[in-house]
Protein backbone atom coordinates (compact mmCIF):
# COMPACT_ATOMS: atom_id res chain seq x y z
CA UNK A 1 0.00 0.00 0.00
CA UNK A 2 1.36 3.24 -1.29
CA UNK A 3 1.63 6.09 2.07
CA UNK A 4 1.40 9.61 1.57
CA UNK A 5 2.47 11.85 4.44
CA UNK A 6 0.73 15.55 3.72
CA UNK A 7 2.29 18.01 5.82
CA UNK A 8 -0.26 21.62 6.03
CA UNK A 9 -3.16 19.13 5.92
CA UNK A 10 -5.72 21.53 7.44
CA UNK A 11 -4.92 23.42 4.04
CA UNK A 12 -6.91 24.50 1.07
CA UNK A 13 -5.12 22.05 -1.42
CA UNK A 14 -4.79 19.23 0.95
CA UNK A 15 -8.43 18.09 0.60
CA UNK A 16 -8.25 18.63 -3.00
CA UNK A 17 -5.04 16.10 -2.92
CA UNK A 18 -7.33 13.57 -1.09
CA UNK A 19 -10.19 14.00 -2.91
CA UNK A 20 -8.01 12.69 -5.83
CA UNK A 21 -6.59 9.74 -4.47
CA UNK A 22 -9.53 8.57 -3.46
CA UNK A 23 -11.18 8.80 -7.09
CA UNK A 24 -7.84 6.46 -7.64
CA UNK A 25 -10.15 4.10 -6.05
CA UNK A 26 -6.95 1.69 -4.60
CA UNK A 27 -6.12 1.30 -1.12
CA UNK A 28 -3.18 4.55 0.19
CA UNK A 29 -2.34 5.15 3.34
CA UNK A 30 -2.20 8.85 4.19
CA UNK A 31 -1.05 10.38 7.39
CA UNK A 32 -1.80 14.47 7.51
CA UNK A 33 0.12 16.50 9.81
CA UNK A 34 -0.92 19.93 10.89
CA UNK A 35 -1.06 22.51 13.95
CA UNK A 36 -4.46 22.72 13.64
CA UNK A 37 -6.67 20.01 14.79
CA UNK A 38 -8.95 18.36 12.41
CA UNK A 39 -12.65 19.01 13.43
CA UNK A 40 -14.55 16.24 11.43
CA UNK A 41 -13.19 13.15 10.28
CA UNK A 42 -13.62 12.47 6.94
CA UNK A 43 -15.66 10.12 5.15
CA UNK A 44 -13.23 8.12 2.89
CA UNK A 45 -13.70 4.57 1.39
CA UNK A 46 -10.55 3.66 0.06
CA UNK A 47 -7.78 6.06 1.41
CA UNK A 48 -6.99 5.01 4.91
CA UNK A 49 -6.68 9.02 6.37
CA UNK A 50 -5.64 9.96 9.96
CA UNK A 51 -4.17 12.79 11.14
CA UNK A 52 -2.07 14.06 13.70
CA UNK A 53 -1.73 17.74 15.24
CA UNK A 54 2.37 18.41 15.56
CA UNK A 55 4.44 21.41 15.14
CA UNK A 56 6.80 20.75 12.65
CA UNK A 57 8.92 22.85 14.59
CA UNK A 58 9.07 20.53 17.30
CA UNK A 59 12.08 18.21 15.61
CA UNK A 60 11.41 15.26 17.95
CA UNK A 61 7.31 14.86 17.65
CA UNK A 62 8.22 15.29 13.66
CA UNK A 63 10.57 12.73 14.06
CA UNK A 64 8.54 10.07 15.64
CA UNK A 65 5.59 10.42 13.74
CA UNK A 66 7.47 10.03 10.62
CA UNK A 67 9.72 7.20 12.00
CA UNK A 68 6.62 5.09 12.80
CA UNK A 69 4.66 6.15 9.34
CA UNK A 70 7.45 5.24 6.93
CA UNK A 71 5.92 6.98 3.88
CA UNK A 72 6.68 6.63 0.22
CA UNK A 73 6.12 10.29 -0.41
CA UNK A 74 5.65 13.37 1.26
CA UNK A 75 3.43 16.26 -0.48
CA UNK A 76 4.80 19.51 1.91
CA UNK A 77 2.44 21.99 1.48
CA UNK A 78 2.63 23.69 5.33
CA UNK A 79 3.77 27.32 5.47
CA UNK A 80 2.32 30.73 5.97
CA UNK A 81 1.25 31.14 2.68
CA UNK A 82 0.04 34.61 2.23
CA UNK A 83 2.20 37.25 0.76
CA UNK A 84 0.54 39.97 2.51
CA UNK A 85 0.98 38.43 6.30
CA UNK A 86 4.69 38.06 5.12
CA UNK A 87 4.82 42.11 4.60
CA UNK A 88 3.01 42.25 8.51
CA UNK A 89 5.40 40.08 10.21
CA UNK A 90 8.53 38.84 8.07
CA UNK A 91 10.50 37.69 10.69
CA UNK A 92 7.78 34.82 11.48
CA UNK A 93 7.16 34.04 8.08
CA UNK A 94 10.47 33.79 6.62
CA UNK A 95 11.77 31.50 9.78
CA UNK A 96 8.66 29.66 10.02
CA UNK A 97 8.90 28.73 6.26
CA UNK A 98 12.15 28.04 6.03
CA UNK A 99 12.61 26.07 9.26
CA UNK A 100 9.41 23.57 9.20
CA UNK A 101 11.57 22.31 5.75
CA UNK A 102 14.62 21.95 6.93
CA UNK A 103 13.35 20.38 9.95
CA UNK A 104 11.61 17.65 7.56
CA UNK A 105 13.93 17.02 4.87
CA UNK A 106 17.02 16.44 7.94
CA UNK A 107 14.64 14.29 9.57
CA UNK A 108 14.14 12.11 6.39
CA UNK A 109 17.84 12.36 6.24
CA UNK A 110 18.91 10.98 9.46
CA UNK A 111 15.88 8.10 9.66
CA UNK A 112 17.14 7.47 5.85
CA UNK A 113 13.44 7.36 4.76
CA UNK A 114 13.50 6.39 1.35
CA UNK A 115 10.55 8.34 -0.22
CA UNK A 116 9.73 10.93 -2.72
CA UNK A 117 9.15 14.71 -1.53
CA UNK A 118 7.55 17.44 -3.37
CA UNK A 119 9.00 20.78 -1.89
CA UNK A 120 5.86 23.09 -3.20
CA UNK A 121 7.48 26.73 -4.03
CA UNK A 122 5.96 29.40 -5.51
CA UNK A 123 5.54 31.48 -9.10
CA UNK A 124 6.83 34.85 -6.40
CA UNK A 125 10.15 33.89 -6.31
CA UNK A 126 10.04 35.16 -9.83
CA UNK A 127 9.71 38.65 -8.92
CA UNK A 128 8.98 42.03 -10.87
CA UNK A 129 9.62 40.36 -14.15
CA UNK A 130 9.94 42.71 -17.81
CA UNK A 131 7.52 41.62 -19.96
CA UNK A 132 10.26 40.00 -22.63
CA UNK A 133 11.07 37.52 -20.75
CA UNK A 134 7.38 36.24 -20.35
CA UNK A 135 5.57 33.74 -20.12
CA UNK A 136 8.23 32.79 -17.37
CA UNK A 137 10.51 28.85 -17.67
CA UNK A 138 12.16 27.57 -15.25
CA UNK A 139 15.52 28.93 -16.17
CA UNK A 140 15.43 32.16 -15.55
CA UNK A 141 17.19 34.60 -12.93
CA UNK A 142 15.03 35.01 -9.83
CA UNK A 143 14.56 38.04 -8.17
CA UNK A 144 12.24 37.44 -4.75
CA UNK A 145 10.23 40.70 -3.74
CA UNK A 146 8.53 40.01 -0.58
CA UNK A 147 9.69 38.07 2.79
CA UNK A 148 7.46 34.99 1.28
CA UNK A 149 8.90 34.81 -1.73
CA UNK A 150 12.81 34.61 0.09
CA UNK A 151 11.78 32.17 2.40
CA UNK A 152 10.25 30.54 -0.60
CA UNK A 153 13.38 30.80 -2.63
CA UNK A 154 15.02 29.47 0.58
CA UNK A 155 13.08 26.30 0.66
CA UNK A 156 13.54 25.58 -3.08
CA UNK A 157 17.92 25.93 -2.52
CA UNK A 158 17.51 23.81 0.60
CA UNK A 159 15.54 21.19 -1.49
CA UNK A 160 18.55 21.25 -4.29
CA UNK A 161 21.20 21.19 -1.35
CA UNK A 162 19.53 17.74 -0.13
CA UNK A 163 18.92 16.09 -3.27
CA UNK A 164 22.82 16.80 -4.54
CA UNK A 165 24.27 16.72 -1.77
CA UNK A 166 22.55 13.83 0.87
CA UNK A 167 20.48 12.07 -2.41
CA UNK A 168 17.16 13.11 -1.30
CA UNK A 169 14.65 12.56 -4.01
CA UNK A 170 13.36 15.81 -4.03
CA UNK A 171 11.12 17.57 -7.08
CA UNK A 172 10.82 21.05 -7.01
CA UNK A 173 7.57 23.34 -8.05
CA UNK A 174 6.91 26.87 -8.60
CA UNK A 175 3.19 26.86 -8.28
CA UNK A 176 1.14 29.92 -9.40
CA UNK A 177 -2.26 31.27 -7.95
CA UNK A 178 -4.11 28.90 -7.68
CA UNK A 179 -8.10 29.15 -6.86
CA UNK A 180 -11.48 27.11 -6.07
CA UNK A 181 -13.73 26.48 -3.82
CA UNK A 182 -13.41 26.33 0.74
CA UNK A 183 -10.01 28.53 -0.15
CA UNK A 184 -10.23 31.40 2.58
CA UNK A 185 -11.34 34.75 2.03
CA UNK A 186 -7.43 36.40 2.82
CA UNK A 187 -6.80 35.34 -0.78
CA UNK A 188 -7.73 38.05 -3.53
CA UNK A 189 -10.04 35.86 -5.67
CA UNK A 190 -12.57 34.69 -2.58
CA UNK A 191 -12.50 37.83 -1.47
CA UNK A 192 -13.35 39.46 -4.69
CA UNK A 193 -16.54 36.45 -4.50
CA UNK A 194 -17.46 36.86 -1.34
CA UNK A 195 -18.24 40.34 -1.14
CA UNK A 196 -19.85 39.95 -4.33
CA UNK A 197 -21.99 37.62 -3.01
CA UNK A 198 -22.95 39.51 0.16
CA UNK A 199 -23.84 42.67 -2.51
CA UNK A 200 -25.77 40.16 -4.84
CA UNK A 201 -27.67 38.98 -1.24
CA UNK A 202 -29.24 42.02 -0.12
CA UNK A 203 -31.02 41.90 -3.26
CA UNK A 204 -28.78 44.67 -5.13
CA UNK A 205 -28.07 44.82 -8.91
CA UNK A 206 -24.94 46.49 -8.09
CA UNK A 207 -22.41 47.84 -5.31
CA UNK A 208 -18.98 48.76 -4.32
CA UNK A 209 -15.91 46.52 -4.01
CA UNK A 210 -12.88 47.10 -2.08
CA UNK A 211 -9.88 46.19 -3.31
CA UNK A 212 -5.98 46.36 -3.68
CA UNK A 213 -4.17 47.73 -6.78
CA UNK A 214 -6.38 45.52 -10.01
CA UNK A 215 -3.62 46.21 -12.35
CA UNK A 216 -1.40 43.44 -11.41
CA UNK A 217 -1.58 40.18 -13.53
CA UNK A 218 -1.31 37.11 -12.73
CA UNK A 219 -1.51 33.40 -14.01
CA UNK A 220 -5.22 31.48 -12.06
CA UNK A 221 -5.08 27.81 -12.03
CA UNK A 222 -7.73 25.47 -10.56
CA UNK A 223 -6.39 23.81 -7.38
CA UNK A 224 -8.16 20.54 -8.75
CA UNK A 225 -5.46 20.97 -11.75
CA UNK A 226 -3.28 21.43 -9.54
CA UNK A 227 -3.37 18.70 -7.24
CA UNK A 228 -3.41 16.50 -10.92
CA UNK A 229 -0.35 18.23 -11.30
CA UNK A 230 1.44 16.99 -7.96
CA UNK A 231 0.25 13.48 -8.44
CA UNK A 232 1.79 13.44 -12.11
CA UNK A 233 4.92 14.73 -10.58
CA UNK A 234 5.10 12.02 -7.90
CA UNK A 235 5.14 9.19 -10.53
CA UNK A 236 6.82 10.95 -13.09
CA UNK A 237 8.78 13.89 -12.44
CA UNK A 238 12.39 13.95 -12.54
CA UNK A 239 14.51 14.16 -9.20
CA UNK A 240 16.09 17.46 -8.72
CA UNK A 241 14.15 19.07 -11.37
CA UNK A 242 11.86 22.13 -11.13
CA UNK A 243 8.38 22.70 -12.25
CA UNK A 244 6.14 25.49 -12.96
CA UNK A 245 2.47 24.80 -12.44
CA UNK A 246 0.56 27.41 -14.02
CA UNK A 247 -2.62 27.80 -16.97
CA UNK A 248 0.19 29.99 -19.27
CA UNK A 249 -2.15 32.97 -19.72
CA UNK A 250 -2.16 36.15 -17.74
CA UNK A 251 -5.63 38.50 -16.46
CA UNK A 252 -5.38 41.43 -14.66
CA UNK A 253 -7.33 41.36 -11.37
CA UNK A 254 -9.80 44.24 -12.49
CA UNK A 255 -10.39 41.74 -15.59
CA UNK A 256 -11.49 39.01 -13.13
CA UNK A 257 -13.57 41.31 -11.29
CA UNK A 258 -15.24 41.94 -14.47
CA UNK A 259 -15.99 38.06 -14.77
CA UNK A 260 -17.18 37.28 -11.69
CA UNK A 261 -19.53 39.91 -11.64
CA UNK A 262 -20.71 39.09 -15.28
CA UNK A 263 -21.41 35.29 -13.68
CA UNK A 264 -23.05 36.95 -10.38
CA UNK A 265 -25.21 39.45 -12.18
CA UNK A 266 -23.75 42.47 -10.40
CA UNK A 267 -22.82 45.47 -11.60
CA UNK A 268 -19.48 46.48 -9.91
CA UNK A 269 -17.96 49.45 -8.79
CA UNK A 270 -14.32 49.29 -7.17
CA UNK A 271 -12.72 51.10 -4.60
CA UNK A 272 -8.97 51.05 -3.24
CA UNK A 273 -8.47 49.88 0.13
CA UNK A 274 -4.77 51.19 1.40
CA UNK A 275 -4.64 48.58 3.70
CA UNK A 276 -4.63 46.10 0.56
CA UNK A 277 -1.72 46.99 -0.92
CA UNK A 278 1.88 46.08 -0.79
CA UNK A 279 5.08 48.13 -0.53
CA UNK A 280 5.78 46.63 -3.48
CA UNK A 281 4.46 44.37 -5.97
CA UNK A 282 5.32 41.93 -9.20
CA UNK A 283 3.11 43.76 -11.98
CA UNK A 284 2.91 40.79 -14.07
CA UNK A 285 3.68 36.94 -13.60
CA UNK A 286 2.54 34.24 -15.70
CA UNK A 287 4.20 30.98 -16.80
CA UNK A 288 5.56 28.50 -19.37
CA UNK A 289 3.92 24.92 -18.38
CA UNK A 290 5.70 23.54 -21.20
CA UNK A 291 8.13 21.77 -19.18
CA UNK A 292 5.96 19.76 -16.77
CA UNK A 293 3.63 18.57 -20.34
CA UNK A 294 6.71 17.41 -21.69
CA UNK A 295 8.10 15.45 -18.63
CA UNK A 296 4.32 14.17 -16.91
CA UNK A 297 1.64 14.99 -20.04
CA UNK A 298 -0.17 17.15 -17.43
CA UNK A 299 -2.18 20.14 -19.19
CA UNK A 300 -4.55 22.44 -17.23
CA UNK A 301 -8.98 20.95 -17.98
CA UNK A 302 -10.92 23.53 -15.97
CA UNK A 303 -11.29 27.21 -17.48
CA UNK A 304 -11.45 30.08 -14.77
CA UNK A 305 -14.62 30.95 -15.78
CA UNK A 306 -16.04 27.53 -14.61
CA UNK A 307 -13.84 27.66 -11.59
CA UNK A 308 -15.10 31.59 -10.63
CA UNK A 309 -18.30 30.30 -10.76
CA UNK A 310 -17.32 27.23 -8.80
CA UNK A 311 -16.16 29.63 -6.26
CA UNK A 312 -19.18 31.88 -6.48
CA UNK A 313 -21.55 29.00 -5.45
CA UNK A 314 -19.71 28.03 -2.61
CA UNK A 315 -20.15 31.41 -1.39
CA UNK A 316 -22.79 31.44 -1.80
CA UNK A 317 -23.45 27.87 0.18
CA UNK A 318 -21.31 29.58 2.69
CA UNK A 319 -22.87 32.44 3.53
CA UNK A 320 -26.40 31.39 2.93
CA UNK A 321 -26.71 28.11 3.38
CA UNK A 322 -27.74 27.19 -0.34
Given at each position: MKKYLITGSQGFVSSYFIDLLEQKKQKISVLGIDLVQEKDARELEY?????????LLDKNSLEKVVYDFQPNYILH?????SVGFSWKDPVLCFQNNTNIFLNLVETVRELDIKCRILSVGSSEEYGDVTEDILPLKEDIPLAPTSPYAVARLSQEWLSKVFCNGY???????????????RQKDIFV?????KQIMEIKSQGKKEGVLMTGDLSVIRDFLDVRDVVVAYDLLFSRGITGEIYNICSGNGISLMDVIAMISDIAGVSIHTETDKSLLRPTDNKIVFGSNAKIQEHTGWAPSISLKQSLTDVLQYWEHVLYGR
Open positions: VDYCSKTIDLASFSGLDIIMTRSFNHIGPIPSFA
